[in-house]
């Protein structure tokens, strides 16, 4: 019986050992299975980029982005009047707005949709010393792409004329010469910018120092009238009346026939911090003068007639304009927001607050050039190289059209819808970065959208209640029309006995176990 013993041993030995394997074969099962399924997974083609979808979107940057504007590609040949336009002086006037951009080597402080993209194509024209108008063509065809723009919902955008003043004056405050041309005062102060800064933003809050740190605001028109300023030192010269120097003021910049034969030139410097109001707007509004009829040369003349009214009238536009004297000729045309010179009909005063300095925009419409009532075809690339407080929008233009009375006249006459195209650099091409745009999804089938109606809210009347008809809608009302009311429980029935309060006998059942 000895010898039997370890042979037993052995046996129930390998039995446990075979246990234990398909126990532990058992447990790796669902691992395999779940390798398989990831491996089979890993060997299927990764899923199309474009197609695939993560939520949420993920934020990408647009190609293109102009606040509050919209904009579509358009070809060459279906801008009316582009083949017969003088490319070659559109491209002289381009190429002084390239001297400041090529040289640029930091990117602006204030974005923009443009942002450098003018850099390529005018250090092209920096070299390119071109004298035919057909070679000029070809230039902007190759290095620019024509998008049709204007303000969102609207099919045109919309242009005025301004112009350089020519008014008489002194140096010295006489009977006839009594109204100054102020200079920056010292005392105004904008945030992020000093005393020696050139130029100070037409739009912003302007305020006026009292000691070190006390800030209100400045003195506006009628009280810089009135003599806030006076005594100071700050005459530059001194005109004879309001009038003119309310002009200069909108244009911008002014020369001055001194009394003495020489000539001051003035530019825009600075202004008190008060929203442009346009006199010409007050005076449709008060029935004086109808809006088809109304220019400049019709506010000075009635200006002139009513010099009680004049005063009152212009008072109502809070804005004042501080201007600094110019080194320039008599030839030399007045210098734009770029600081370069501008061109009489070539040169634009743009909103910088969307576009960049140097961009072309060709204009296209028609304008009453000649007389109050012509229709001049006006079918020309212009290029941008000023700006101005009212000159706000992403298709909105100021035409400059020179110095002088004949130039104001016409300029006073652009009230007139246009339409707008961008040369856009072809850095900056839309299509081509567009593609790296995600498709949205598909739109559901027909028949789901049966299933599930859209509806709106606030037009349901199902939600509406009917004493909110008579009534006009507010926010609270709009906000309680969209939720409806919470129907309250019904009332419990009197017939119905409460429930006793004696206590139940508790009852409990005995579970037995089995052994």
């Known amino acids: 019986m000895a010898p039997e013993a370890p042979a037993n041993a052995h046996g129930l030995a390998g039995i446990a050992r075979l246990l234990a394997a398909i126990a532990v074969a058992l447990s790796l099962a669902p691992l395999d299975a779940f390798a398989a399924r990831r491996a089979r997974s890993h ?239 007050i005076l449709i509004e008060r029935n004086i003068i109808p809006k088809d009829q109304m220019s400049m040369q019709k506010i000075r003349e009635w200006m002139t007639a009513n010099p009680d009214g004049a005063n009152e009238l212009r008072r109502q536009n809070r804005s004042y304009v501080f201007f600094r004297e110019v080194n320039l000729s008599d030839k030399d045309e007045a210098v734009g927001a770029q600081g370069v010179p501008l061109t009489p009909g070539r040169s634009i005063a743009v909103d910088k607050a969307l576009h960049v300095y140097g961009t072309p925009f060709f204009i296209e419409g028609e304008l009453p050039i000649e007389t109050e009532i012509s229709k001049t075809p006006f079918r020309r690339l212009m290029i941008a190289q000023d700006t101005g407080s009212a000159i706000v929008g992403p298709a909105r233009a100021d035409l400059y059209l020179g110095a002088g009375a004949e130039a104001g006249k016409t300029a006073g006459r652009f009230r007139h819808n246009m339409r707008f195209v961008m040369l856009l650099p072809k850095g900056l091409d839309p299509s081509a970065r567009g593609r790296k745009m995600p498709i949205p999804d598909a739109r559901p089938s027909e028949k789901i959208a049966k299933l599930f109606p859209q509806v709106d809210p606030l037009k349901d009347p199902k939600n509406a209640a009917p004493a909110a008809a008579t009534q006009p809608p507010t926010a609270a009302s709009a906000q309680a029309a969209v939720a409806k009311p919470v129907p309250l429980p019904a009332a419990r029935p009197n017939d119905v006995k409460p429930v006793s309060e004696t206590p139940r006998q508790r009852h409990s059942r005995r579970v037995r176990h089995r052994p």
């Open 43 to 281: 060997s299927q083609p990764p899923p199309d980029p474009i197609f695939s979808r993560h939520l949420p979107y993920p934020e990408l940057e647009l190609p293109l982005q102009i606040i509050g504007a919209q904009y579509a590609p358009v070809a060459w040949t279906d801008i009316t009047g582009w083949k017969e336009d003088d490319h070659l002086a559109a491209y002289k006037t381009f190429r002084d707005s390239c001297k400041p951009i090529a040289a640029q080597t930091k990117p602006p402080s204030e974005s923009k949709a443009l942002g450098t993209s003018l850099r390529d194509p005018c250090r092209v024209a920096r070299g390119l010393e071109l004298s035919d108008g057909a070679k000029a063509k070809a230039f902007f065809e190759e290095y620019f792409l024509p998008l049709r723009i204007s303000r969102l919902g609207e099919p045109e955008g919309f242009v005025t004329g301004y112009y350089e003043p020519i008014v008489d004056g002194s140096r010295t405050e006489n009977e006839v010469y009594k109204v100054p041309v102020y200079r920056r005062p010292s005392n105004l102060f904008v945030r992020g910018t000093t005393q020696n800064s050139a130029g100070l933003p037409n739009g912003g809050k302007v305020f006026r120092k009292i000691g070190r740190r006390k800030l209100v605001p400045y003195y506006d028109r009628a009280e810089i009238e009135d003599g806030a300023i006076e005594g100071r030192g700050l005459e530059i010269c001194w005109l004879k009346d309001q009038t003119d120097l309310l002009f200069s003021q909108i244009q911008g910049s002014a020369r001055v026939s001194l009394d003495d034969g020489s000539t001051v030139r003035i530019n825009y410097d600075a202004h008190n911090g008060y929203p442009y109001t346009p006199v010409g707007r």
